[in-house]
């Protein structure tokens, strides 16, 4: 094993405060680019502010032709929440939230990747987790692993750094989700029931996991009810008005290979990709070689590479 390896398993094997997951689909920005009532200035302020996001990357989905968004054609996206963007942090850093979305013109679903999932890594020998493959080769890494491990095509992603959560609830407001456990982290309490999360409790609601039974799984649900909920608050008219913060919140703190073009096509033929629903990739925590990882079964694996499959209308 090289002595990189070494250091970024040992990296990737520690908790380090402030890791939170980082929100978006392809179909949020889509919503708020285009709208058939807005004025021209918030157009052109749209289609400025996305288009400095556009971060196009080399990556081979394996499928013949692009996929049709006129047509109406299912579409999957990577989600990656990266552990920059705060207290000064500006280095590659890791991919320490990995939700893949499959996007159709009815439905999206969100499934959650554990980062401590052992792969196998193209390029890089021995046990890895999955999220050092952000790590060793950036978004182009984690895209081409998920892709081999999940056996589907990737068709987008969407990189946000960890100033980006903050910055996009402080611009759209309060958002409620069911919590189902009473916790208290970084001295915020959540009681069991109906919590409203904003720009000041949202990071300790996502990131909590030392007090949750579940682990990181329970960690992860969390993610995923925060980012139904914003999704549906940044549909509204009401977030509309506000459109100038939510640009700033995404053009400063976000990395997307989709294109201004496509999401206006998105936004014309997925408007009720807003249902969302949610999966969670598990696994079964094993230590290997003094490593902690999450060894998902061939069979749950083979299980969640089927459902995904029928989702995206691909053998």
């Known amino acids: 094993m090289s002595n990189k390896h070494q250091e970024v398993?040992?990296?990737?094997h520690h908790h380090k405060k402030h890791r939170v997951w980082k929100w978006?689909?392809?179909?949020?920005?889509?919503?708020?680019?285009?709208?058939?009532?807005?004025?021209?200035?918030?157009?052109?302020d749209a289609k400025t502010s996305v288009e400095s996001t556009y971060k196009p990357v080399k990556h081979n989905t394996g499928r013949s032709?692009?996929?049709?968004?006129?047509?109406?054609?299912?579409?999957?996206?990577?989600l990656l929440g990266v552990d920059t963007g705060d207290l000064g942090r500006t280095e590659q850093g890791r991919s320490d939230t990995i939700i893949v979305a499959t996007v159709t013109p009815k439905k999206t679903t969100l499934l959650s990747v554990p980062r401590d999932t052992l792969v196998t890594i193209a390029g890089h020998a021995g046990n890895n987790k999955i999220n050092a493959a952000y790590a060793y080769?950036?978004?182009?890494?984690?895209?081409?692993?998920?892709?081999?491990?999940?056996?589907?095509?990737?068709?987008?992603?969407?990189?946000?750094?960890?100033?980006?959560?903050?910055?996009l609830s402080e611009a759209i407001g309060p958002v409620e989700v069911d919590n189902d456990l009473d916790f208290t982290q970084s001295g915020h309490h959540f009681a069991k029931g109906t919590v409203t999360i904003n720009s000041e409790n949202i990071l300790a609601f996502s990131r909590m996991r030392h007090e949750d039974p579940r682990g990181d799984y329970?960690?992860?649900?969390?993610?995923?009810?925060?980012?139904?909920?914003?999704?549906?608050?940044?549909?509204?008219?009401?977030?509309?008005?506000?459109y100038q913060s939510i640009l700033k919140a995404i053009s400063s703190n976000m990395k997307t290979d989709i294109s201004f073009s496509d999401m206006?096509?998105?936004?014309?033929?997925?408007?009720?990709?807003?249902?969302?629903?949610?999966?969670?990739?598990?696994?079964?925590?094993?230590?290997?070689?003094?490593?902690?990882?999450?060894?998902?079964?061939?069979?749950?694996?083979?299980?969640?590479?089927?459902?995904?499959?029928?989702?995206l209308d691909v053998k």
């Open 218 to 242: 329970g960690r992860q649900l969390r993610q995923r009810q925060v980012i139904t909920a914003l999704v549906k608050k940044i549909a509204s008219v009401g977030s509309i008005t506000k």
């Open 9 to 12: 398993q040992h990296r990737h």
């Open 264 to 311: 206006k096509k998105i936004y014309a033929n997925y408007k009720d990709a807003t249902n969302i629903s949610q999966i969670q990739l598990q696994g079964n925590g094993q230590m290997i070689d003094g490593v902690s990882y999450e060894v998902v079964s061939s069979d749950t694996l083979q299980k969640t590479q089927a459902k995904l499959k029928e989702q």
């Open 137 to 167: 080769d950036g978004v182009s890494g984690s895209l081409n692993t998920l892709q081999s491990y999940l056996d589907i095509p990737l068709d987008h992603y969407i990189e946000v750094n960890m100033k980006g959560l903050e910055q």
């Open 24 to 44: 978006a689909v392809g179909i949020i920005l889509a919503l708020l680019v285009v709208n058939g009532v807005v004025l021209a200035k918030f157009y052109h």
């Open 65 to 78: 032709s692009a996929v049709s968004y006129n047509d109406g054609k299912p579409f999957s996206v990577l």
